[in-house]
């Protein structure tokens, strides 16, 4: 007797079909969540430090001191949040988060840089934010650098020795979102399929029909890819619309081939919608399965593939467990052909290993039946 | 008559130490209705699901159709149907979208799946009905679709779990008018039930108890081997007189049955005096007694009770 039987399949996968368009719950899972997901993730992480407050102690009030504070807030990553008369208000200042920098400039110094002699400039940062105070700091740096170096240019009319002009390729405004959203794709695809397979299967054993499935002709194969079969083409239209959204609403560049993104998100979807089949026929109770499916692919996929955290700075452990997250895969696949552009010669590992996760996915899936099915 | 349409020997099933089915043998012939009766917990629908494939046996054998319940599960498929004690269709799905769906299961296709899809509407009467929800069904009706999707392959077996659970005498009757409709096809019909006029239905009847098979006769048969006199005990007060007889000298059991009681004694004549005495003794005015056959309940429960009675619960 035939392991896959395409009359039985296509049963399968047409009642399933059927089940789903009844199912106002998974079509909201299935077309309305990746998008809104794509949409509140992608406004709210953002990593870019803009418009940080500054305060600023001007005890100089000169032309020299004036000419810096501009420079600080034509930079575009400060805006004025208070005018202070005495340092000592810094404390003040971070405690009520009115500011997250102050910068006092001392009396004396246009007239230590009319001397000639090097004036000092006084960078107090809140820490408690310390990823914020460290960009700000290399903010305020960057500023002080360039006047300094202006000053120098217009005393002495002299060429500096070592100018270094770095270009950033990619992501040339180096905008976190370009490289969260392609990011997201993943996360979000990797979350949304398991989810839509954890109900299938823990259904019919809630409602008894898996009984009845089990006493046909029909086998464990047919039943798990004649489940997949529908949402795997749910999983690809929502991989079209979420990228297509990332390009139109987050300015996202897609530079690479969308024909190849196709065949690597099937890979990817045939992995997660097999792990939520698995998770799906293990747990047999449908709410217990939406919460297993969730927790083992969001938090993983957000946490653990790269997309929030670079791999290489985690610890060995951490690290080692992210070669088993297929979501860390499918985001070097999706960061390489929006931003660079790249082809299969590039993502060619990537592939193979979500070709092996599928492989375990479906593998885990077929095996979870009972013995006795097929 | 060639090989029996259902054969087990010495089948059982353990589930740690508690043994459902213990040892169990019979042969079903060739479109028999063939009833499975027992109290709750005696073993029958252990003893179905090995038989459909649904569960394996941990010792004895068996063949459904020919084929064996171990090694050929899948063939045992093809030549089955099989309908469940829960509603096990598909409740969102309409009742041409479930027989469709089963049709394709089965490999039913073509000019065979219209003919059969137009007999499963007119025997479940479901004609105007092929676009409802088979949730929105009344019991009756979605046993009957239910039925018509377990047949729709045509099997030379079918096994039914107590099929007609939860509805009226009167749906009942009708369900059965299907079953030997389709005995009278051929169809070999092996059913569990625990409702008595269910069991009279069946050609033979296979009595469980605690995991063993306590009797195994025609209906009939069954109550004519009661060697135990039975009689009708009419009382103004049939509790008092149930309560006066129970354990009394000479009384083996005693039972209520409707306004009456059914009093099982050790001898004919014996029982007679010892129930009119008894009644006498306790005051207990007696208004009429009687000889009486056995109906297949009382067979049913003096053989439960001979063999060591229900288990609880």
Known sequence: MALLDPVRLWAIARKETIQLARDRRSLALAFALPLLLLVLYGYAIVWDVRDIALAVVDQDRTAASRELVDGFLASGYFSLAATPERPEEAARLFARDTAQIVLVIPPGFAADLGDGRTASLQVLLDGSDANTATIAMGYAEAVARTFGQNVLLAGERLALPLVAESRVWYNETLESRNMIVPGLVAVIMMTIAAMLTSLTIAREWERGTMEQLAATPVTRLEVVFGKLLPYLAIGLVDTAAVAALAVALFGVPLRGSPLLLLPLSLFFLFGSLGLGLFISAAARSQVLATQVALVATFLPAFLLSGFMFAIENMPAPLRALSYLIPARYFIVVTRGIFLKGVGIEVLRVQGLLMIAFAAVGLALAVRSFRKELG | ?313
């Open chain 2, 1 to 313: 008559m060639s090989e029996p349409a259902v054969e087990v020997r010495e089948l059982t099933r353990r589930f740690g130490d508690f043994i459902a089915v213990d040892r169990v043998s019979f042969a079903v012939a060739r479109g028999e209705i063939f009833g499975f009766l027992g109290p709750n917990g005696a073993g029958k629908t252990t003893t179905i699901k090995m038989l459909t494939g649904l569960l394996a046996p941990s010792g004895g054998e068996g063949r459904v159709a020919g084929h064996d319940i171990v090694g050929e599960r899948p063939a045992i498929r093809q030549s089955i149907g099989y309908m469940s004690q829960l509603f096990s269709l598909y409740a969102d799905l309409t009742v041409a979208e479930n027989i469709a769906f089963f049709a394709g299961l089965y490999g039913v296709s073509g000019e065979r799946f219209a003919t059969r899809r137009a007999w499963v509407l007119a025997m479940a009467g479901l004609e105007g009905a092929a676009d409802r929800p088979a949730g929105e069904l009344s019991l009756g009706w979605k046993q009957r679709l239910a039925l018509g999707c377990a047949v729709l392959h045509e099997p030379p077996i079918l096994f039914l779990d107590e099929p007609t659970s939860g509805v009226d005498p009167i749906a009942r009757r009708r369900f059965w008018d299907l079953i030997y409709g389709l005995a009278d096809g051929g169809t070999t019909v092996f059913v569990t039930t625990h409702y008595m006029e269910e069991a009279e239905y069946c050609h033979r009847l296979a009595l469980m108890n605690r995991g063993r098979l306590i009797a195994l006769d025609s209906p009939a048969r069954l109550c004519a081997a009661s060697a135990e006199p039975l009689f009708a005990v009419t009382a103004d007060d049939p509790l008092a007189a149930l309560a006066a007889l129970d354990g009394a000298p000479g009384i083996v059991r005693a039972g209520l049955f409707g306004r009456d009681l059914h009093v099982t004694t050790a001898g004919t004549a014996a029982g007679r005096d010892a129930i009119a005495r008894r009644l006498a003794e306790t005051g207990v005015p007696l208004r009429a007694l009687a000889a009486i056959d056995p109906s297949l309940e009382d067979v049913f429960i003096a053989r439960v009770e001979a063999a060591g009675g229900a288990v609880a619960g």
